[in-house]
């Protein structure tokens, strides 16, 4: 009998997007191939503290703490009741904003030498700061909003100076959040001191952006010698939303229409994939990601951001688009878990040629 692969499904974190969080890795857990992995619920409760759990929950009464040996020959997870310790083969970091995808948990996996599904440490940490990220997005020739940035240490510009630069109405957002959260549209003055002090509650470095008029898009992206983008899904806003908040996301059950795929011409989609996977590239992405974008009237296409651990929830476009590529619930989470894997072999041969090459 084959034996199974130990698998580590990690959610949670001490970010404000916990919640969201449990509600991708219940779905996980719930489609994953139990015939081939065995798998581990890890939750990091809001303190980041860790814990063993036996379903997918965040109840303190149902977990049981965890020590970690970071040894990096043997690491392994010790229950502290009875100080038995079990080690997982792999890790499926499901862990949304602050903490899980900046970088943080990749750089612990790493250091434990346990291969992870996703984005590197590198990958992972451009691609959470809206500012580099951009940076590197305009270097490489990818179209983006007009923008300013603003540290919350420093001398704050006027909003006429600000407005001078990237024009009115703007957005105003944390530069390391995602879904949505801190963000805000500006017309006014007013609006953007009041924008500004909400987003600061989240961040250190604030990105400002013109308001881009037009259809709000998403790309599934996965892969990595030869990453395949899907077609891309629509966002529309419903009610009296001007703007994809964390509220129409994931409050607001009447606020957003998806349609999946978008009513887009050949020509556009693959105009949208290509841009994409550019995209994809130049962030230095692994396995997985969604690449958000603006399609305007005239058909100019703008990047808005890269989410490199998107939504497994009901309503995340990120699986919904992968089952335009035929690719079903349980077969993408099996095949990112594979893709994992085997890039860990191949980063496992490059260090044994290094090494032998130094002896």
């Not at 400002?208 to 966002?235: D, M, Q, T, W, Y």
Request: aromatic residues 10%.
């Amino acid at each position: 009998m084959t034996q199974k692969t130990k698998l580590a499904l990690v959610y949670g974190g001490r970010s404000v997007e916990h919640d969201v969080s449990v509600i991708s890795a219940r779905n996980i857990f719930e489609h994953i191939d139990t015939s081939r992995f065995d798998v581990f619920l890890l939750w990091l409760d809001k303190s980041g503290k860790w814990f063993l759990m036996p379903d997918v929950d965040k109840s303190f009464d149902k977990g049981r703490p965890l020590h970690i040996n970071l040894d990096a020959k043997n690491p392994t997870f010790i229950i502290q009741s009875d100080r038995s310790a079990f080690s997982i083969d792999v890790a499926f970091i499901i862990l949304h904003g602050t903490d899980g995808e900046d970088g943080s948990i990749q750089g612990f996996f790493k250091l434990m030498q346990i291969p992870f599904v996703g984005s590197g440490v590198l990958g992972s940490a451009i691609s959470m700061d809206k500012i580099i990220a951009k940076k590197l997005m305009l270097q490489a020739g990818i179209p983006t909003a007009k923008y300013a940035f603003v540290y919350k240490h420093e001398n704050i510009p006027s909003f006429t100076m600000i407005s001078d630069r990237v024009g009115t109405p703007m957005i105003v957002k944390p530069a390391n959040q995602g879904s949505s959260v801190g963000i805000s549209k500006v017309i006014s003055e007013d609006d953007y001191h009041t924008a500004l002090k909400e987003a600061f509650k989240y961040d250190e470095s604030v990105l400002i952006e013109e308001f881009i008029i037009g259809r709000e898009l998403e790309c599934s992206v996965i892969g990595n010698k030869e990453p395949l983008a899907s077609p891309p899904g629509e966002v529309e806003l419903k009610k009296d939303y001007t703007i994809y908040s964390f509220d129409a996301k994931y409050v607001d059950g009447e606020a957003t229409l998806l349609h999946i795929p978008a009513e887009l011409d050949d020509d556009t989609v693959e105009k949208i994939k290509s841009v994409c996977l550019k995209v994809y590239n130049v962030l230095c992405c692994k396995e997985f990601a969604r690449v958000d974008l603006f399609l305007k009237k005239n058909g100019e296409i703008v990047v808005n951001e890269v989410n490199t651990l998107p939504g497994f929830t009901n309503i995340s476009m990120f699986p919904k688009l992968c089952g335009l590529m035929g690719i079903s619930y349980p077969d993408l989470i099996t095949q990112l878990i594979d893709m994992a894997l085997e890039r860990n072999q191949e980063i496992k041969k490059l260090e044994t040629y290094f090494i032998s090459g130094l002896s």
